[in-house]
C-alpha cells in the first residue's frame, strides 16, 4: 500500500518523469490512451487504483432496472475508500457517458480523489459543479446503457489500452494518466526526484548554450559536470 509520504513525492513528479522511469524499468505500456483532463486546471493527483469494468451493451443487461442490481456502479461507489482514484474501463466507448453529476457527487463525498476513464462523461456543466477531478476522453449525453454494460469491480481492467490491477498507483496531470505497477512504487518515488532535478539542471545547461550531443543523454563529462554542481548545490 502507498503511503502518504509517498503520494506526496508522486504529486511533486510529472507524469513524464514517471514514464521515463518506468521505461528505464522496461515497462513500456503505462500512458493511458484517450484520458485527458475534463477542466482546466486541475492539480496532478496520485493514488491507488480502484477499478470498473464496462462492457458491449448487451440488451437484457443495460436496463434501467439494472441500476438498483447489486452488480451497478451504485454499488461499486459505495465500495470506493478515502483517498481512491477511480479507474474505469468504457473500452474508449465514446457513445454514451458513464457517469454524471450525480454519481460524483457521491464519489467526492466519500472522499474519491478523481476518476480517470478511456470513456466519456455526461452532465458536462454538472461534472464541473461538482468539481471531482476527471480525465476522460470527451462528453457524451445518452447514459451508459445506451451503449455498455456494467459488470463488476476491483478486478484487473484495461483503461486506454493499459492494464490496471486493483493496488497499482496512478498519477494524472496535464498531460495524462500513467499507471505505475505496485511493484515499482518504490523505485519511481526515489528515482523521480532525481530524475527531474538532473532534467531540470539540464535545461539550464541549454539555456546557457550547451549542445546536445553528449548532454542528453549525458556522457560521462556531462555527468561530472552535474556531480560538480549538485556537490556545490549541497
Known sequence: MATADQLGILRELTTATITTILLKKGIR???????????????????????????PMREDLATPESWTSPISTRHAIEDMPEGAITVVDA????DAGIFGDILLARMKKRGVQALITDGVMRD????????????????????????????????????GGVAVIPGDVVVADGDGAVVIPA?????????????????????SEVEGGAKLPGLYPP????????????????
Open 124 to 159: 458536462a456543466a454538472g461534472v464541473l459543479d461538482v468539481g471531482l477531478p476527471v480525465w476522460c476522453s470527451g462528453i457524451a449525453a445518452p447514459p451508459s446503457i445506451a451503449g455498455l454494460t456494467f459488470v463488476g469491480w476491483q478486478e484487473t481492467i484495461a483503461c
Open 91 to 94: 473500452m474508449g466507448f465514446t
Open 219 to 234: 556522457n560521462d563529462e556531462t555527468k561530472a559536470r552535474y556531480a560538480a554542481w549538485c556537490k556545490q548545490k549541497g
Open 183 to 203: 511493484a515499482l512504487l518504490d523505485d519511481v518515488v526515489k528515482l523521480g526526484p532525481e530524475q527531474e532535478q538532473l532534467e531540470g539542471w539540464l535545461v
Open 29 to 55: 505500456n503505462t500512458w493511458m490512451r484517450g484520458p485527458m483532463p475534463f477542466a482546466d486546471g486541475q492539480e496532478r493527483v496520485a493514488g491507488e487504483a480502484f477499478t470498473l469494468r464496462f462492457v
